[in-house]
């Protein structure tokens, strides 16, 4: 009678210890590419490797200059603004033309709700080189290949499911009674919409919009396939340094990209706590 | 009563409207221009209107008569004159290797003027026009609509008769390319559920404020760039990289026998389970997060081991989000480019790394947009046999 509870616990224990350590694996598995750029992007030789020098924490080892190197090269900087401009007019695209989506998707009295959906959200779910390659077609036919105002587009349209799901959820839980009580005291729908309605679900329009530009900012096959030279944004510059000279100046941008990603991170949890936004790496 | 239903109906309606429009214009549009795209093909039937008219009336087998000689001369000389000769050649090759250089030669080699036997100067200038071959060719590159691409895209052709065979084994590129595509997707989907399962019912189970911090370890990867991770697992995976390094220190690699982890098959398998893990971990979280514990400890305390009350109980429950997660990482991984061009050598490339080839490198954008039509009706196929099987309305991506 005794002996059998505490075999079964026995058999817990080990299996519970064997699954923390299988997580914990995976965890490293996860994390580790992360944490190896970082130290290596301050590494004073020209090496993707840990120096001697490095390991025994000799501060000579260590350096800066990837990081002026890449704040003092053109092209960089060319990169970083063409990132940003594209990235900011393609989320200011896709947020207006989302939230409106969304406000019209949670109204009860949708129509074919479901097939309206699934082409919205068309463009998440679709291979990003199939969604690259139709485009190409389309704006090389339009005369737009090889322009800002063609890459805006992609990634607006790229970003916009984003943006319906993330305002989508904060809907969900809106309660309704309060743009009636609203209106039935005289308001009208834009009055509504600005004074209740937004108020309400910025939380999830803001988090929807960090996600867009996320997208954007993280986009590199439409701007291999849709850029030219003077469209080069920072994912699409490393591109071309993983691809010919691998040299730490990479690490450096990518330390400064994983910074980036904390802090767009940081403000998405933020905003959910507030209870606004959809559940965590909602994709 | 139906007055405003009506109205809240248009007004719902009209808020979708221009989000509905713009996708249909920027992203439905492109990918109907890509399917008009793998079927037509003008090019070669607008550069060369007279030759072709000239060769409808042909047998197919005997020389063409002096009019083909004499519309193909002018056709190839004007051509040549303003430097359109190229682009044209170069598709005609795709039809018959080796027809480009002899098209081009032909051009250059006719001179102005008309010759008294047209025949004879185009034969003087390339005898492959005493071909019939050659001038099949022409008139196969001359169709406006054809299906050449989906041919090509899954290795078939047709003989001299017009039937479609099977092109030699040794010259299949894209059928055993798209099989393997499937097969290292499925293999990625399954390493992921493996891996991705146990952490997220860890991450589900935890207490909130621990659950919270382990869930941060997900998520940070997820938001970070795609280019820093494939980064990353070079920097890992090199021949002088850290991991290596630390097989040799250990001991376990001798110096001289490093391992290739990277630029292979390898390097593409293991950087895309990394990059996709945690689109298997947050939907399988989502799911397990709302399951609630008591049913586990309502299985227990009926008798069943916790094998039993894992298959019986747990696992059923959780099917959503196996499925939702299988399905995305499956999507994201048959479409992977970025990843597998970098990290993937010869050996770890994937049928999106040819359609790209096709886009930028050999310009050959009919097999191009063939292979990506292919592509997305496999996964329109997957689309609908998930939705059959679990609904896509029960897809939850998030909690």
């Known amino acids: 009678m005794t002996a059998r509870p505490t075999s079964l616990t026995l058999g817990d224990r080990l299996r519970g210890g064997f699954h923390l350590a299988a997580c914990a694996a995976v965890f490293v598995f996860l994390i580790a ?48 603004a063409n990132s940003l401009l594209i990235g900011l007019a393609a989320t200011a695209l896709a947020t207006a033309l989302g939230v409106l989506a969304a406000l019209g998707l949670t109204s009860s009295s949708m129509p074919c709700r479901t097939l309206v959906t699934g082409l919205l959200i068309s463009p998440m779910v679709t291979p990003i080189i199939i969604s690259a390659a139709g485009m190409f077609f389309f704006y090389s036919s339009l005369g737009l290949g090889q322009t800002h105002v063609s890459l805006i587009l992609a990634h607006a349209v790229l970003g916009t499911p984003f943006v319906v799901i993330s305002v989508t959820a904060t809907l969900a839980g809106f309660d309704r009674n309060l743009a009636r009580a609203a209106a039935s005291l005289g308001a009208g729908p834009w009055v509504v919409f600005r004074r209740i309605q937004l108020p309400l679900i ?19 096959v439409t701007v291999l396939f849709l850029g030219g030279l003077a469209q080069r944004t920072v994912p699409r510059q490393m591109w071309t340094g993983v691809r010919e000279q691998i040299s730490p100046e990479i690490l450096a941008v990518a330390t400064f990209l994983v910074g980036f990603a904390l802090l767009l991170l940081g403000a998405v949890e933020w905003l959910r706590r507030r209870g606004g936004g959809p559940a965590q790496g909602n994709t | 009563m139906a007055r405003p239903l009506r109205s809240a109906r248009l007004r719902a309606a009209a808020l979708t409207l221009p989000l509905a429009a713009f996708v249909v214009v920027t992203f439905v549009a492109p990918l109907a221009l890509m399917l008009v795209r793998s079927v037509h093909e003008p090019q070669v039937a607008d550069a060369l209107p007279r030759t072709l008219a000239a060769l409808e009336r042909w047998d197919g087998g005997s020389l063409p008569g002096e009019p083909a000689f004499r519309a193909l001369g002018t056709e190839l000389r004007e051509l040549d004159g303003r430097r359109g000769l190229g682009a044209v050649a170069t598709r005609v090759n795709r039809i018959e290797s080796g027809m480009r250089s002899r098209m081009l030669a032909t051009g250059r080699a006719l001179g102005p003027g008309s010759p008294e036997s047209w025949r004879d100067a185009v034969l003087a200038a390339d005898p492959v026009w005493g071909e019939a071959r050659a001038w099949l060719a022409l008139q196969r590159a001359g169709e406006r609509f054809t299906l050449r691409h989906y041919l090509r895209a899954l290795d078939l052709d047709r003989d001299s008769s017009g039937a479609v065979v099977r092109i030699s084994p040794d010259q299949r590129i894209y059928v055993p390319l798209l099989l393997r595509t499937l097969l290292v997707s499925l293999a990625i989907t399954a390493i992921c559920l493996v891996l991705g399962y146990p952490v997220a019912y860890l991450i589900a189970n935890a207490p909130p404020s621990r659950s919270n911090l382990l869930l941060l370890l997900v998520l940070v990867p997820f938001w970070t760039s795609l280019l820093v991770r494939t980064t990353s697992w ?54 397990m997060n709302s399951i609630s514990p008591e049913h586990m400890r309502a299985a227990s ?18 099917m959503p989000g196996v499925a939702a997660g299988s399905l995305l990482v499956f999507i994201l991984a048959i479409g992977y480019y970025i990843t597998p061009a970098l990290v993937g050598g010869r050996t770890g490339q994937l049928i999106s790394n040819m359609i790209a080839y096709h886009m930028q490198e050999s310009l050959n954008w009919g097999l191009a947009a063939a292979l990506g039509v292919i592509l997305l009706a496999c996964v329109a196929v997957l689309y609908a046999v998930f939705d059959r099987l679990v609904g896509i309305e029960r897809m939850r991506l998030a909690s």
Request: glycine content about 8%.
């Open chain 1, 33 to 80: 590419p992360m944490l190896v750029v970082v130290p290596l992007s301050f590494n004073a030789e020209p090496f993707f490797t840990f120096t001697e020098g490095m390991l025994s924490l000799d501060p000579d080892a260590y350096s800066l200059r990837w990081y002026r190197n890449v704040i003092q090269d053109g092209e960089w900087r060319h990169a970083l």
């Open chain 1, 202 to 220: 910025a939380p999830g329009v803001i988090s929807g919009a960090l996600f867009a530009f996320a997208v954007s900012f993280d986009e590199v």
């Open chain 2, 234 to 287: 070079i920097v890992l995976l090199q021949n002088q990289g850290v991991v290596n390094d630390i097989l040799v220190a250990v001991g376990l690699v001798a110096e001289d026998g490093r391992l290739a982890l990277v630029y292979n098959m390898f390097g593409t398998l293991v950087a895309m389970t990394q990059i996709l893990l945690p689109f298997m971990i947050l939907p399988l979280y989502a799911v």
């Open chain 2, 301 to 318: 305390s009926l008798g069943a081991t916790f094998r039993q009350g894992f298959v019986r109980v747990y696992w059923p429950q959780t």
